[in-house]
């Protein structure tokens, strides 16, 4: 059965301040082309925080295809090698498959990482506000805000199914998706970001299965 991350319950759990399952995370705002920037390779030595890529502690970016060192269409081997994941044993046990988590604590409670049979990463997960992009945009910004940073590049309203909509910024074949709180009161420029999901290739489904 599909787990929604649906905007009603979503909202609701940022107003009781209670964080939703493997999903959010923060950081500090960045330079103003930083939501595309290419991130630095696993062999890099620029990490922002530590210097060493493979500090799991290192910064975390939101930007179209991708999270920190993470970026969708990465293999497992890849991910594994920038040292900011982990193979996720735990929830192999419950779900078959091949599975990754975030190694850090923190970055584990607030983003996700969703993976196709060979383990390969299909999307990048966001929810909350502990993190943002590089230009400043977290969960929780509004409609309005979206439109003053990304201006042209931010798609119209789109349905998202389920009686949700979204809206998109796409970078070549790179994407970021908002997903808005939309499900009680449609959507104005006050409407909320609840959930937040990089791909690489396919758009955005804005959603998240049990497994």
């Known amino acids: 059965m599909n787990r929604r991350i649906a905007a009603a319950l979503v909202a609701a759990s940022m107003v009781c301040g209670v964080g939703l399952g493997f999903l959010i995370s923060r950081w500090n705002d960045g330079p103003a082309d930083a939501d595309t920037a290419t991130p630095p390779s696993p062999s890099s030595s620029t990490s922002p925080r530590s210097g060493t890529p493979d500090d799991p502690s290192v910064e975390l970016k939101i930007r179209p295809g991708g999270v920190g060192l993470i970026e969708a269409g990465m293999t497992g081997e890849q991910a594994l090698s920038t040292g900011q994941v982990e193979r996720d044993t735990k929830r192999e046990q419950m779900c078959e498959g091949i599975y990754y988590r975030w190694k850090d604590a923190e970055a584990r409670s607030a983003l996700d990482l969703a993976t196709d049979p060979d383990g390969t990463i299909v999307s990048i997960g ?14 929780g910004d509004s409609l309005a805000t979206l439109r003053q940073t990304y201006g042209d590049r931010l798609s119209s309203v789109q349905s ?43 758009k955005p489904g804005l959603m998240r299965d049990g497994c």
């Open 160 to 202: 998202a199914g389920y009686d949700q909509d979204g809206v998109f910024v796409k970078d070549g074949d790179r994407w970021l998706g908002f997903l808005l709180d939309s499900a009680r009161s449609g959507v104005d420029d006050s409407t909320r970001v609840v959930f937040m999901e990089a791909t690489k290739g396919n």
């Open 126 to 139: 966001i929810s909350g506000d502990i993190y943002s992009t590089g230009t400043g945009v977290r969960i």
